[in-house]
């Protein structure tokens, strides 16, 4: 496969992602053609984007001249076979396996044979996406963060069987569109969310134990990061977890979700409703605390027979820190991601994560690994086999190195 130029791109799907990413490819100079199954939802993303362009001029961060240029990049397509001689598809419609590998079997056939297939998943199986068509070697993840015309991170994701000039071709694409980009192997989550999964969950967890939202996230507010587990919720919307639950018919049981439950069920999706694990005053975006939210994650815990007590932003801390780390571990020994740095660029560009400490691998070695494996050793005695140290971890803490002293393989 000869090195692969990249000139014409497609978007399938005119949601919010699909409308980031359509951004991103016009304001790189890549010509744009534009999917969606619903005309009237395409339209309103087209008039969306000219209205974002309309304003970046006003704000002075782009001429008119410009505007106009980008505008004329991104064009409407009636369907896939008006797309077929594009060099790349980028895939954004909403996070349903079946409906991605549809996509994929229909593009697959009508789009020219060495055009790349791209899925703006941020949690699904590439190679199950892939498997679909006949041309795995050139299908791959590209996770963009929203919104994603402002936001730097793009997650990679090569599957197992994503050819090399593939790989270098996404990766020229997101330096073009002055993207920060770092290359994730293929697991649920990738590096990004499987690492926050595990931080959610702690900090879901003391909400039963005896915490509330606000102390959750004012103290992880306090360490450095942009905002607190629960202020993201807010702002990224509780339903969409919660709806997702109720598709796959799975995980509505679980006691950690029963906060996020109660407060969907009450129509408490987050900042778009108004409230969510906060309240919003009319046209704010300020999260106000709610004594409201604080009764039900009482009754909630009570409820599933926690016996709640007082927990500080020290333990808060620790958890949350610690639940990152091993989960990073975890993914630097399956050499899903290539590096510590690579997993630290993710949570300084895509998760808030304090700039000044670097991200969460080098926060972990500056602490030192030893203080890292006993802080785990201990949870892991006070609370179960989840908190076990990665291997790595045991093998680095013996060798006297650190994360960075670490290369993944493959």
């Known amino acids: 496969m000869s090195q692969i130029e990249i000139q014409r791109a497609a978007v399938i799907g005119a949601g919010t992602m699909g409308r980031g990413i359509v951004m991103c490819l016009a304001n790189a100079g890549v010509a744009v053609q534009w999917v969606d199954n619903n005309p009237q939802m395409l339209e309103q993303a087209l008039t969306a984007v000219s209205e974002t362009y309309a304003h ?4 002075g961060r782009i001429d008119q001249a410009e505007a106009d240029a980008r505008r004329a990049r991104v064009s409407a397509a009636a369907d896939y076979l008006a797309i077929r001689d594009v060099d790349l598809v980028i895939e954004a419609v909403y996070e349903n396996l079946e409906l991605k590998q549809k996509i994929f079997r229909e593009l697959d056939g009508l789009i020219q044979p060495r055009a ?6 941020s ?17 791959l993840g590209l996770h963009f963060f929203s919104p994603a015309h402002i936001m730097k991170l793009l997650e990679i994701v090569r599957g ?11 990766l020229a694409l997101g330096e073009r569109m002055g993207k920060v980009s770092v290359v994730s192997g293929n697991c649920p989550g990738f590096i990004g969310n499987r690492m926050l999964r595990t931080y959610v969950l702690e900090a879901r967890k003391m909400l039963l134990e005896g915490a509330f939202p606000y102390q959750v ?21 509780i339903d969409l977890e919660w709806r997702a639950r109720q598709l796959a018919g799975k995980g509505q049981e679980a006691h950690e979700v029963q906060v996020d439950n109660r407060l969907c069920e009450a129509g408490r999706f987050g900042q778009k409703s108004g409230k969510g694990y906060y309240h919003y005053e009319p046209g704010s975006r300020q999260a106000e605390h709610d004594v409201q939210v604080d009764a039900l994650v009482q009754q909630v815990s009570e ?8 927990i500080g932003p020290e333990e808060i801390l620790e958890r949350c820190l ?17 590096s510590a740095h690579d997993i630290d660029l993710v949570y300084l560009n895509g998760y808030g994560f304090p700039a000044d400490k670097g991200g969460p691998m080098n926060w972990a070695d500056r602490q030192g690994l030893v203080s890292i494996q006993q802080g785990l050793l201990r949870l892991q005695a006070e609370s179960g086999a989840h908190w076990k140290p990665a291997r790595l971890i045991d093998e680095l803490v013996q060798a006297g190195k650190g994360f960075a002293d670490h290369r993944a393989i493959g």
């Open 56 to 59: 970046n001029v006003r704000q």
């Open 116 to 121: 790349i297939l791209a899925s703006n998943t």
């Open 123 to 139: 949690a699904l199986d590439i190679d199950a996406i892939a498997a679909v068509t006949r041309r795995p070697r050139q299908v």
């Open 160 to 170: 197992a069987a994503t050819a090399p000039q593939v790989l270098e071709a996404a």
């Open 217 to 237: 996230d004012a103290a992880l507010q306090g360490f450095g990061f942009a905002m607190g587990p629960f202020r993201m919720y807010d702002v990224v919307g």
């Open 303 to 310: 409820g599933l027979g926690y016996r709640r007590r007082d």
């Open 322 to 338: 610690l639940a990152l780390v091993n989960e990073g571990a975890k993914i630097l020994e399956e050499g899903i991601a290539g």
